[in-house]
């Protein structure tokens, strides 16, 4: 586990941080493939994911801050400043589900700012978030966060006790979560990908997204360590977190786009994408 790859002075590169970096970088280039073949030009995908990118965080951040208060209340500057109170550079800090719904809001506004409409965009950007939450994922593994619960499985692993796992759990086996969601995102990314080399209805390929995000998150949940202030409802057997239910309402959101039958887009459809083009150009 590789929490920091290295430190020049008070600057550290977080390994979280460097497979944020890869999974931006390499999401924006897919998409700009497919905003290219779908007629709407490169451009309007590069100019999307620079707003994504700050919004996602912006949003990823705030989600952070809100439900882990108790941890600002001495030091409330360190929620939004580069410089931490210790001296450190960086925001450390982040709920991926916060990023999604904030990226989703900005494809949204900005779509109906370029006049194409909001499924379009997230047909054309969805695998590329499949892929970078598979690539975030290990970000949060070597960093030794988002981990699981104990258990005895084979696959079990052990985190160094200077891991905030570790810390939690000392010289315990856990789930490793963070691994699960990659894995299924990883397949998530490759399934889109397979289903969207036919023509599909607008808005298939973000249903399809959402439907297995939201469930696979939803399960990877129930086997992920939580602090009590992301725990809605905490039963004998029955624990409910406020990512279950943002994972439970994005994958009811796919089902109603999977049973709408939405249609191909059409030849007037097509010029206006052309139109656009044009005018991003």
């Known amino acids: 586990m590789h929490p920091i790859l290295f430190e020049i002075g008070p600057f550290a590169l977080h390994s979280y941080g460097l497979a944020m970096a890869v999974a931006f970088g390499l999401g924006i280039w897919i998409a700009m493939q497919r905003s290219g073949a779908r007629g709407l030009g490169d451009k309007y995908a590069m100019d ?12 990823a ?113 856990l789930h490793p979560t963070q691994l699960y969601e990659c894995l299924w995102m990883l397949l998530t990314f490759g ?14 390929v973000t249903g399809w997204f959402l439907l297995l995000n939201g469930t696979g998150r939803f399960y990877v949940e129930s086997l992920r360590w939580y602090e009590q202030s992301m725990i809605v409802f905490q039963g004998a057997s029955l624990r409910i977190t406020i990512s279950q239910l943002v994972s439970l309402g994005l994958a009811l959101t796919g089902l109603v786009l999977l049973f709408r039958r939405l249609p191909l887009p059409r030849p ?8 656009a083009k044009v005018r991003i150009s």
């Open 48 to 59: 999307l994911s620079v707003m994504i990118l700050i919004f996602s965080l912006l949003g």
């Open 61 to 173: 951040r705030i989600s952070y801050v809100f439900t882990h208060l108790e941890e600002f209340r001495q030091y409330p500057l360190d929620a939004i400043s580069p410089i931490q109170h210790n001296g450190k550079i960086g925001i450390a800090g982040l709920v991926l589900l916060g990023g999604v719904v904030a990226g989703f809001a900005t494809a949204y506004v900005f779509g109906r700012r370029r006049q194409v409409p909001f499924l379009v965009t997230t047909d054309i950007f969805v695998p590329s978030l499949a892929l970078g939450i598979a690539i975030g994922r290990i970000g949060c593994f070597f960093n030794g966060c988002c981990f699981g619960l104990p258990t005895e499985l084979p696959w079990c692993m052990h985190f160094p006790a200077e891991s905030i796992a570790g810390g939690v759990f000392p010289e315990t086996c």
């Open 191 to 204: 399934f889109l990908l397979g289903i969207d080399r036919r023509p599909r209805g607008i808005g298939r």
């Open 268 to 275: 007037s459809e097509q010029r206006a994408a052309e139109h």
